[in-house]
Nanobody, 117 residues
Framework: QVQLVESGGGLVQPGGSLRLSCAASRTIVSINVMGWFRQAPGKQRDMVATINSRGRTYYADSVKGRFTISRDNAKNTVYLQMNSLKPEDTAVYYC???????????WGQGTQVTVSS
C-alpha cells in the first residue's frame, strides 16, 4: 500500500492563496490517478481535482479557474494550488490515490483549510 500525507492547510482570508502538498511513500509514476477531495462539516465528500499519469486534469465546476492540480513524479508529490479562496472553500482536504484508475484505494489523513476574515 501507499501512505499519503497532506500538508499546507491553514487559516487564510477570503481572496488569499494556499498550496497543499501530498507526499506519497512510494513512486507515483505507476499510479493511474491522483486526486484531491474535500469535506465540509455535515456535508458529503466531494471531488475537487484529479490528475492522471499523463498529466490530464479534471476540476469540479466550483474551483475551475481558481485551483490547479499538478504532480512531480520525481518527488512523489501532488500539489493543489488554491487561489482566490472563498469561505465556501472551507473544508478538510484529502489526497487520494487510484492505482488502477477506478476507485480510490488510498487516502491521506486530511488537512484543514479555513477561509475566513
Amino acid at each position: 500500500q501507499v501512505q499519503l500525507v497532506e500538508s499546507g492547510g491553514g487559516l487564510v482570508q477570503p481572496g488569499g492563496s494556499l498550496r497543499l502538498s501530498c507526499a506519497a511513500s512510494r513512486t507515483i509514476v505507476s499510479i493511474n490517478v491522483m486526486g484531491w477531495f474535500r469535506q465540509a462539516p455535515g456535508k458529503q465528500r466531494d471531488m475537487v481535482a484529479t490528475i492522471n499519469s499523463r498529466g490530464r486534469t479534471y476540476y469540479a465546476d466550483s474551483v475551475k479557474g481558481r485551483f490547479t492540480i499538478s504532480r512531480d513524479n520525481a518527488k512523489n508529490t501532488v500539489y493543489l494550488q488554491m487561489n482566490s479562496l472563498k469561505p465556501e472553500d472551507t473544508a478538510v482536504y484529502y489526497c487520494a490515490a487510484s492505482p488502477g484508475g477506478n476507485g480510490y484505494d488510498y487516502w491521506g489523513q486530511g488537512t484543514q483549510v479555513t477561509v475566513s476574515s
